[in-house]
């Protein structure tokens, strides 16, 4: 009992990261940036490390609001860097946003002091050290972004599946994308501090992915994504108290075994009717044979 209410505080947190990071998954994946939240949390990092430069507490709140100043920065370039006509694809834009701003931070922490060690912790994290006050806190911001979003659900979604539709309605694509990803900026920054990069990654794709796999509708994806991630926090968190192995880790590679597992059934559900779609395709082959 005692390590189940130890496991707790980490579980709960687990929920909350799964409630949103699913549905922002779902833009994600559509949008083809699925390396965006990994650019948003080095913008946050590099933020954090000239906070460090000029003597600001890592952990005080004016560190925080300068991370989020720099994910900003990120999510205005990311804004203006979606080209519908253009050839260079928006992820290459955001390979290369990650990569200087890596850099940035490589030379910024050079030059630091002291403290350094709170930028592993922030990229790493330890979600077994997240405490029921942050819980909260993490809790009521993520409640105020998935209002905003489901106000202005039709936009995100549209713009997301939809751009040249969007853009037929007049929606302003740059302006849209920039409060997307501002929104995302608040989560990335939040959730990298509490779980790090890797976990935060796999609860923003992982979900997603595996519910594309049985369903085309948002809602079903949302309900399987969902479901995805709960499963596999109470999973995860049980594994890392049996093997003794970190909870982030353990969660990381549960939810890999769980997308596995998931992608054999689809197989094997895809199988059964891939001989009436051959059986189609070659009838159709002969018929066309037949007429020429």
């Known amino acids: 009992m005692e390590v189940l209410r130890f496991l707790l505080a980490p579980f709960v947190a687990s929920l909350i990261l799964t409630g949103i990071h699913a549905y922002l998954g779902v833009h994600v994946v559509e949008r083809g ?85 709170h930028l592993k912790d922030m990229l790493v994290g330890n979600i077994l050290a997240v405490s029921w006050p942050e819980v909260g806190h993490t809790a009521m911001l993520y409640g105020v972004i998935g209002v905003f979003h489901l106000i202005f659900r039709k936009n995100f979604l549209q713009i997301s599946m939809d751009p040249a539709a969007a853009e037929a309605r007049g929606l302003s694509i740059p302006f849209w994308d920039f409060l997307f990803y501002a929104s995302f900026g608040f989560v990335v920054t939040s959730s990298v501090a509490i ?21 085309d509708r948002i809602g079903r994806r949302l309900a399987i994504g969902w479901t995805m991630g709960t499963l596999v926090s109470a999973l995860g968190c049980y594994l890392s108290v049996a093997l003794d192995f970190p909870t982030g880790a353990t969660i990381v590679c549960t939810f890999g075994g769980v997308l596995v597992v998931m992608l054999l059934l689809h197989a094997a559900f895809s199988r059964g009717h891939e001989p009436k779609a051959v059986a189609s395709v070659a009838a159709h082959s002969f018929e066309m044979r037949d007429r020429v």
């Open 33 to 117: 940036v699925i390396f965006v939240d990994l650019a948003l949390a080095q913008f946050a990092a590099l933020g954090a490390t000239i906070g460090i430069l000029i003597g600001l507490d890592p952990h005080a709140g004016a560190s925080y609001w300068i991370s989020l100043g720099f994910t900003f920065l990120g999510a205005a370039i990311f804004s203006l860097v979606r080209l519908r006509r253009s050839r260079i694809p928006q992820e290459a834009f955001i390979g290369i946003a990650y990569v200087v701003a890596s850099a940035a931070a490589i030379l910024a922490v050079s030059k630091a002091t002291g403290e350094t060690e």
């Open 195 to 215: 779980a790090g990069v890797l976990l935060v990654f796999c609860y923003l794709i992982v979900p997603s992915v595996g519910a594309m796999l049985f369903a």
